[in-house]
C-alpha cells in the first residue's frame, strides 16, 4: 500500500548533502558494482550499516537507493529499519506510522504501507520509535517481509542501525543477501571495524564504503577512489 509523499524531499536530501560531481559519480560506480552482482543473480538485497552512529550509513543508503532507482531506472525498497533512532521520514518528509513497526506487530500479516518517493523508490520508514526493538527485529515476519519484498522489487536497501554493541544490525543481517558498512575518514578506529566485521559476520560483508574524506585530498587519479560525501546520519 502506498502513501502521499513531499514530492521535493529527495532533491532537498541531494542539496542538504552538497552533492558535487565527484560525489554524484561515485554512488554511480558503486551501483554499477551492485547492478552487475544483481544481474548474476547475486544479489538482491542488501544491509547498510557503520560501526556507530554518525558514520553516514543513512545518506549513503538514501543516495545508493536515489541512484539505482534514477541512474539504473530499478523499482527499489528502501527500508529504515533503525527503530532506535529512525531519521528517513524526517528525511523524506513523510509520516513515521505506520511503518516497519507496525508491519511487525499487525494483527494481520501483509504487505506494509510505504511511501512512493518517485515512480521507481518507495520507503518504508521504521515506524514509531523503539528503545529496545530486538523482540521486534528477531519476529520470524521480518524475514518473510524482506523475502516479500524482494519479490516486488529489482532491490531492497535496509538502512540498518549501527552495529555499535547492539544485536540489531546482526539480526537484520541475517535477512539480506550481503551487507556493506560505512566508515568515516578520520573518525572510525580500526578495532571498531573489526567488531562490527565479526558481529555481523565476514562472509556477509560485501564491502567497506569510506564516507566524509575532504574531496581536496584526493588526487585527479585517484577520481575514482571510494569518496563520498559527509553527512552525520
Not at 543516495?63 to 523524506?92: E, G, I, Q
Amino acid at each position: 500500500m502506498a502513501a502521499a509523499h513531499d514530492a521535493g524531499a529527495a532533491d532537498r536530501l541531494l542539496s542538504a548533502a552538497n552533492a558535487g560531481p565527484l560525489l554524484v559519480e561515485q554512488f554511480r560506480n558503486l551501483a554499477a558494482s551492485l547492478n552487475r552482482l544483481h544481474q548474476e543473480g547475486k544479489l538482491r538485497t542488501l544491509l547498510v550499516t557503520s560501526p556507530a552512529p554518525g558514520d553516514g550509513k543513512s545518506n549513503v543508503a538514501i543516495n545508493l537507493a536515489l541512484t539505482l532507482s534514477d541512474s539504473y531506472r530499478r523499482k527499489v525498497l528502501l527500508v529504515d529499519a533503525d527503530m532506535r533512532r529512525p531519521t528517513l521520514h524526517r528525511l523524506f518528509g513523510v509520516h513515521a506510522t505506520p511503518g516497519l513497526l507496525e508491519a511487525l506487530r499487525a494483527d494481520v500479516e501483509g504487505d506494509p504501507v510505504v511511501h512512493a518517493v518517485n515512480d521507481k523508490l518507495d520507503l518504508l520508514t521504521a515506524g514509531r520509535q523503539q528503545p529496545n526493538p530486538v523482540g521486534d527485529l528477531s519476529s520470524a515476519r521480518l524475514p518473510r517481509l524482506i523475502s516479500s519484498a524482494a519479490s516486488r522489487y529489482d532491490w531492497v536497501i535496509v538502512d540498518s542501525p549501527p552495529v555499535a554493541g547492539l544485536a540489531d544490525a546482526r539480526i537484520v543481517a541475517e535477512t539480506v543477501d550481503a551487507a556493506v558498512l560505512v566508515i568515516r575518514a578520520g573518525v572510525t578506529q580500526f578495532p571498531e571495524v573489526q567488531a562490527s566485521v565479526d558481529a555481523l559476520g565476514p562472509e556477509r560483508i560485501l564491502g567497506v564504503i569510506l564516507n566524509a574524506v575532504d574531496a581536496s585530498e584526493i588526487r585527479r587519479e585517484d577520481y575514482y577512489s571510494h569518496y563520498y560525501g559527509a553527512s552525520d546520519e
